[in-house]
């Protein structure tokens, strides 16, 4: 980027991604097309990585000295697509040297990782992302959409599945390898704050890491969400539903077109009563479908658009640190309650860190 008398004259960010194997490509193909952004450098260990993908990208610098990178007053922004464990260090790294971060889901190993990232990218006036892909993505956006304008009524439940023959990780379960996905979509679509979480799972193949999970999210009000994960499944599903009193959502991501279905289907309930007999009446209502057009822009064009404009104009990310920090929480209760088997209150954690 070119400033003159605090006028930006070159809008074109220089950027570096941080891990190019099986994500990383996605955000760099991404940078690379953008008109606001130029990948000067793509990061990583090993060798064979960098050489694959240099040949595709003639003006970029290959590297593996993340150090010397950060050392370039002319880089502005660093994205980080490698393994969780490595996301606090790299991240803490990046914003030392000043520079601008859009780190992957999950955001840190543990939410006070989040919040020293947090605090270090306010102090310095830095922009710090994370990417949570779905928040971006235009089904998604036609829900929340439909969500704010009321067309649900009361929102009651989220209810999600995310399952297939998953590539088993070796540095973290299922719930933090999958279920960030769908807890990032519940936060931006409905926007509460659990109060407890109660997860249940287990490894059934590799006796490590939890396979196969059920999350269940309490939030003290009436609304309930449930989330399984699994990467023992023999057939993929990707599917959301939200009901709400008037209408009800089926977000189906794996259908090729209409993604989205908005059923005009409910039960109104009401009770009528005299002074011996009381009763509920129930009724079924089954109107009509509604499959709505959607903006079929890639998720991720538009999230590398958006964070370029929180740079450019000082903004803060729709996927800031803070939904960064919310989801991690919610992951760390998850794997809380899977080792003591009772739910784990979120409140009494915030409590007690405001002690
Ligand atoms: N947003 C999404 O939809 C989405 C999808 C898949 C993965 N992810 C996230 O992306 C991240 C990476 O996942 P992946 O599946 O691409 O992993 P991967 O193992 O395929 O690739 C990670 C790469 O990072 C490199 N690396 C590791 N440590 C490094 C370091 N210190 N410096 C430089 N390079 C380093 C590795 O050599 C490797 O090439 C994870 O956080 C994952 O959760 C996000």
Redo the contacts with the bound molecule.
């Keep these: 980027m070119v400033w003159f008398d605090g006028v930006v004259l070159v809008a074109e960010l220089n950027v570096a991604v ?7 490509p996605n955000l760099i193909r991404n940078f690379a097309e953008s008109k606001l952004t130029r990948v000067k450098y793509v ?4 060798p064979e ?1 960098l050489a694959k993908l240099s040949r595709r990208y003639p003006g970029t610098q290959f590297v ?1 000295d ?1 150090d010397k990178v950060l050392e370039d007053r002319e880089l502005d922004a660093v994205v980080i ?4 464990h ?2 606090y260090q ?1 991240a803490k790294q990046a914003l030392l040297a000043d520079k601008h971060v859009l780190v ?3 955001m840190c190993l543990n939410s006070l990782e989040c919040e020293e990232l947090i605090a270090l990218a306010a102090a310095r006036k830095l922009v710090l992302m994370v ?4 928040v971006y993505n235009g089904a998604v956006r036609r829900i929340k959409s439909a969500i704010d304008a009321g067309a649900l009524g009361d929102v009651l439940y989220f209810d999600s599945v995310r399952i297939n023959l998953g590539l088993i990780q070796n540095d973290v379960n299922v719930i933090w ?1 999958l279920a ?2 769908d807890l990032s979509i519940m936060d931006y679509l409905i926007g509460l704050e659990p109060t407890s979480v109660h997860a249940s799972g287990v490894s059934l193949v590799a006796n490590k890491q939890e396979e196969v999970a059920y999350l269940s999210l309490q939030f003290g009000s009436k609304f309930i969400a449930n989330f399984h994960v699994s990467w023992l499944s023999p057939v993929k599903i990707r599917r959301i539903l939200v009901g709400g009193t008037q209408k009800m959502v089926v977000y189906d991501d794996l259908e090729a077109t209409e993604k989205v279905k908005i059923y005009d289907k409910g039960v109104d309930v009401s009770a009528t009563g005299d002074e011996d007999r009381y009763k509920t009446l129930v009724e079924y209502r089954a109107g009509d479908m509604l499959a709505p057009a959607y903006d079929l822009t890639e998720a991720l064009k538009v999230e590398v658009e958006h964070f370029a404009d929180c740079i450019l104009n000082k903004k803060s990310p729709l996927t800031s640190g803070e939904s960064g920090l919310r989801v991690v929480k919610m992951l760390e209760a998850a794997n809380a309650s899977l080792r003591s088997g009772q739910p784990e209150s979120l409140v009494k954690k915030a409590e007690v860190l405001l002690r």
Excluded: M, N, Q
């Excluded at 941080?18 to 990383?24: D, E, Q, R």
């Design positions: 941080v891990g190019c194997g099986y994500w990383g990061v990583d260990l090993i990585r593996s993340f697509a490698t393994p969780v490595t996301h790299l992957e889901k999950p990417d949570h892909t779905f390898d960030p996905h």
